[in-house]
């Protein structure tokens, strides 16, 4: 199926939720090895920092072409004000409830010859007062979107998700989720879900071969009540789950230079093109493609509409 048109896409307001974080790259000259541990020293010559979690979601969205609304919770921080200006740069409409009790989640890489020597993360939980106050908000912006993404980092933004999913379900909305953890009840009713390998193991455990993950991948969605389940595998490509069976699509053949916010993009572009209208079997290809597109970049990046239809 051909793809929306740009001006549909545009007309497309997606709302997002869940745990948004700064992403610091530090990049710098490798030279020599610390005297002090065996380590390489980085002498850092240039600094840039990325939308990151659900932040680089809606990014994602607006760079595709489509609007998108980003619920969340940031602390009351430079890292906050940072991460604020580099949402409404972009074009993101925030609504942020702040905590002054949280530490904004940054997550700092230091590169070196090209490659991540280190990651360093800064984080810890929000109130659930703030979260709740946020839950009310979620209530009164559903009416003005075409679909709901939920993207969870593990980070306490979506204590009350379940709520949030039955809510978005009876306003007759796509629901469409980046699950974490081990507990996949609370996105219950869902339309779905779309963990990689480790998270769907996680949960299932280990499968046999094809058919023996059908099996599981079925009767996991069954019990959701999910409408369907995507599983993005890398290399393998994708193995989407619904009520008319499983269908798979291969990677698209690229050099891949950075797998880092990929889950980010193919979810996004699924959510964009399912908002404007496309049956999810038929956005898949289409997101796999912009996944396969992002890999080629470096660090958390956007697929434009142009590089989607090329």
């Known amino acids: 199926m051909t793809l929306p048109t740009l001006a549909q896409l545009q007309r ?17 000259a490798v030279d020599r090895i610390s ?27 607006v760079t595709l072409g489509a609007q998108a609304s980003l619920v969340s919770v940031l602390g009351d921080d430079d890292n906050g004000v940072r991460l ?15 905590d002054a009790q949280l530490q904004t989640t940054v997550k700092l890489r230091i590169i070196g010859r090209q490659q991540q020597l280190l990651r360093a993360d800064f984080e ?36 009350h998700v379940a ?13 469409l989720i980046d699950p974490k953890g081990s507990d996949y ?48 595998r890398s290399e393998e490509g994708m193995s989407l789950f619904d009520a008319d069976g499983a269908m798979h699509v291969p990677a698209q053949a690229r050099e891949v230079f950075d797998v880092t916010g ?4 193919v979810i996004a572009t699924l959510a964009s093109l399912m908002g404007s209208g496309m049956p999810l079997r038929q956005a898949l290809p289409w997101a796999n493609k912009a996944g396969g597109v992002v890999v080629g970049k470096f660090g958390t990046a956007g697929v434009t509409y142009q590089e989607l239809s090329a």
């Open 163 to 175: 709520e949030m999913v039955a809510s978005a379900r009876l306003s007759g909305l796509p629901v």
């Open 185 to 232: 009840s609370r996105y219950a009713g869902a339309t779905v879900i779309t963990p990689n390998r480790a998270e769907l193991q996680q949960v299932i455990g280990h499968w046999r071969d094809e058919n023996h993950l059908l099996e599981m991948a079925q009767q996991l969605r069954e019990q959701l009540r999910l409408d369907a389940l995507l599983l993005t």
């Open 124 to 159: 810890n939980q929000p109130q659930s007062e703030v979260l709740a106050s946020q839950t009310q908000l979620f209530q009164q912006l559903l009416g003005s979107h075409h679909a709901v993404l939920f993207s969870d980092y593990g980070k306490g933004g979506l204590t």
């Open 262 to 265: 990929a889950g980010d993009t």
């Open 12 to 28: 497309t307001q997606l709302l997002i939720v869940g745990d948004v974080m700064l992403d610091r790259y530090w990049y710098g």
């Open 84 to 98: 604020s200006r580099l949402v409404e740069k972009s074009g993101i409409q925030a609504h942020f409830g702040r």
């Open 35 to 61: 005297p002090e541990a065996p380590v390489p020293v980085v002498r850092v010559t240039r600094e840039e920092e990325r939308l990151g979690g659900s932040a680089n979601v809606a990014f994602n969205v």
